[in-house]
């Protein structure tokens, strides 16, 4: 249970800083922002699984099932930040970071595709 705490903690924190760092070099503005941040947290949070089901005790390796989720659930989480630019009148407001929303489904898709 430990084991699971420190990896989904782990891949947080390296998606969070690792999927803008290389969003930087791909060419993509505006909307589609939102996706590329999507599949790159997924992305991170699955080889992130991978290394840590290796290193750390008790977590099992992570199967083709959890990537599929971990995209699934972060492309939700895109879309939840696009819909407003196309149907305004769902406006909204977050209490944190608008762009943790796909990272939070890459990860929670992650979780639930064990």
Do not use: D
């Amino acid at each position: 249970m430990l084991g699971r705490i420190v990896l989904i903690l782990v891949q947080l924190a390296g998606a969070w800083f690792l999927a803008p760092l290389v969003a930087r070099y791909i060419p993509v503005t505006g909307i589609l922002y939102y996706i590329l941040f999507a599949v790159l947290c997924a992305v991170f949070a699955w080889l992130i699984g991978l290394v840590c089901a290796e290193v750390i005790k008790g977590v099992n390796k992570p199967q083709g099932s959890s990537f599929f989720w971990s995209i699934a659930l972060g492309l939700v989480g895109a879309a939840i930040l696009i819909l407003p630019h196309y149907v305004p009148s769902f406006q909204y407001t977050l209490p944190f970071a608008a762009l943790s929303l796909p990272l939070i489904g890459a990860v929670l898709g992650y979780q639930l595709g064990k």
